[in-house]
């Protein structure tokens, strides 16, 4: 994938030599066409895993091809192909049912009408991308609630229909669900987020940037998600430290969660995540102007395998905090403060 100085005079030959192929990225190659991508999938019955990302050879038409060609898929990425539509999706629904992940973000053309003829047609479906997918409202969801009770990975970001009705149907129905992002779906409220915590109980990473969520929400989150390893909350400005600091003491295996613009946030907060969470990896702390040299200090002590660390908008951090980075060796690998 990405190699973009590829053309098909390379491709086919290759594709060709390799009747028996299971798994092909095409990713980002402007060079392949509809006949390239039909070629591929003629050639090679036994594909089990497709990637055509950002490909203009991925449209309806091919993939109605490839589905008939290649009925053992597993796994097709079609992220930001603009040609992708309803058809797509239900053809693959028809013909794939082995189908295990699916990935239509920023596909335009996918609606509810699509979605719930796909679902039906793939009761193993684990994972599935929808995000920036405009159309996309609670009936579509409802409808892959009830189908695939295997799903274990679900992003919505941005798909601006999209409500607590959706996530009540997954944590009635999704008990499997791992991983839920939600960012941008201003929607959902701290109904969703109590329903998922308390229907999913293995869920692992749960974005929900700029959502209608506070601190009982946060709180449901640290009491019956014990395994959570990433949470983003940025911009749900009702959320305080308290709630945070409860988040943590639950939630011991955290790895990465971000508080950007969570402008209560202070240096006790910061304090009690270094202290209950001794995996965290990633911490961004972006416009929250409570904090201060203080607040770095802790993380930079009590963090031992801190590698990403933004405090971008953190207008009483001095350069005294970026003094103590710089002392004894750290894992940090980003460190922004822009």
């Known amino acids: ?20 192929l299971q798994v092909i990225s095409l990713a980002g190659i402007s060079a392949v066409k509809e006949d390239v991508v039909e070629h591929v999938a003629s050639t090679c019955p036994a594909l089990r895993e497709v990637d055509l990302r950002d490909c203009p050879g991925a449209t309806d038409n091919t993939i109605k091809f490839m589905a008939t060609c290649c009925p053992g898929l597993r796994a097709i990425i079609l992220r930001n192909c603009e040609d992708v539509s309803d058809a797509s999706v239900i053809a693959l629904g028809r013909m794939t049912r082995e189908l295990r992940t ?32 405009e159309d996309i409202t609670d009936a579509a969801i409802i409808a892959l609630a009830s189908a695939c009770p295997l799903l274990r990975h679900l992003d919505l970001s941005f798909c601006k229909h999209i409500t607590d009705t959706s996530v009540l149907a997954l944590a009635a129905q999704c008990a499997s ?7 941008g779906c201003r929607q959902i409220s701290d109904v969703g987020v109590r329903a998922i915590a308390q229907g999913c109980r293995e869920l692992r990473s749960l974005e929900v940037q700029e959502a209608d969520v506070s601190d009982a929400g ?64 990633v911490l961004d702390v ?17 963090c031992p395998h801190i590698q990403h660390l933004s405090l971008q908008g953190c207008r009483a951090i ?20 822009a």
């Not at 098909?8 to 009747?19: K, Q």
């Open 1 to 20: 994938s990405e190699c973009r100085q590829l053309t098909p005079a390379s491709i086919i030959p290759l594709v060709a030599s390799c009747p028996k």
């Open 102 to 133: 699916l990935d239509v973000t920023d596909c335009s053309g996918v609606t509810d009408h699509g979605m719930e003829i796909f679902v039906s047609g793939c009761p193993y479906l684990e994972s599935l991308c929808l995000g920036a997918c």
């Open 177 to 183: 669900l791992r991983s839920l992002v939600l960012g």
């Open 218 to 281: 946060v709180r449901v989150l640290g009491e019956c998600c014990p395994q959570l390893e990433v949470v983003d909350i940025t911009y749900c400005w009702k959320v305080t430290g308290p709630a945070v600091r409860a988040l943590g003491e639950g939630c011991r295996h955290l790895r990465s969660i971000s508080l950007r613009g969570c402008w209560t946030i202070g240096n006790r907060t910061l304090e009690s995540l270094a202290r209950s969470c001794a995996e965290l990896t």
């Open 286 to 302: 972006t416009d929250c102007p409570r904090l201060t040299d203080e607040g770095v200090h802790v993380v930079v002590s009590g």
């Open 318 to 337: 001095t350069d005294a905090a970026l003094e103590i980075c710089t002392g004894p060796p750290l894992p940090l690998r980003s460190l922004s403060v």
